[in-house]
């Protein structure tokens, strides 16, 4: 805060607590909240694990439960009630599996009348999209949704760009297409129509766990 000049009463608008509050964290005298990092990390610059203890220990939990998760049964039998998904190309680390099983319950929740056939899971690269989804969630993909002409205005989107991996909502414009982040102060990106063939669509995001 100091070094960018940012006041208490900015962060207080941001984080939406009181004044208190932030005076507290500001010399250390409570922590930060984990459900309050992503935002004030945002308005300062900086990843949220370092400005929040609660936060990096989330950060710790989840991603040992995904690992658990995406290891599955590697001996390629699908479990009762469950549903193998392979992994959607580009969205995840090497060390990581091609398939995963899921509940079915858990499935259908998310993916509505989406046939399973269709879908791929990918992990979330980015922090464009926090609080809603963190980085490294594991999303669920649509890959039946790739044209451009298919694209809902506003609709989230696993993309590559310039051959770069993200998951962001798209708004297709008449100038160009934006890429844009849930919170207003991530930085939003431009596709100039003749650049549009940069931008491959690799399916619509139709859940995240």
Do not use: K
Not at 9 to 28: I, K, L, M, P
């Amino acid at each position: 805060m100091d070094e960018t000049g940012t006041s208490n009463t900015r962060v207080a608008e941001v984080a939406r607590v009181g004044r208190n509050n932030v005076a507290h964290w500001r010399v250390g005298r409570r922590p930060i909240p984990a459900e309050h990092a992503p935002a004030i990390a945002a308005l300062l610059g900086v990843a949220p694990e370092r400005i929040s203890r609660a936060y990096d220990q989330m950060l710790r939990v989840e991603s040992a439960q995904q690992v658990m998760a995406l290891q599955g049964l590697r001996s390629g039998a699908t479990p009762d009630a469950h549903v193998a998904i392979e992994r959607l190309d580009g969205f995840a680390r090497a060390d990581m599996p091609v398939r995963i099983w899921l509940p079915e319950f858990v499935v259908r929740r998310e993916l509505g009348p989406t046939p399973v056939q269709h879908v791929r899971w990918a992990v979330q690269l980015s922090r464009a999209m926090e609080p809603d989804i963190r980085r490294n969630a594991l999303v669920l993909v649509d890959t039946s949704m790739t044209r451009h002409e298919d694209v809902v205005d506003g609709g989230l989107y696993a993309y590559t760009l310039w051959g770069r991996p993200d998951i962001r909502r798209v708004l297709p414009r008449r100038d160009g297409w934006l890429l844009v982040g849930q919170d207003p102060g991530v930085d939003r990106v431009h596709v100039p129509v003749s650049e549009l063939t940069d931008l491959r669509i690799l399916g619509a995001v139709v859940g995240a766990l």
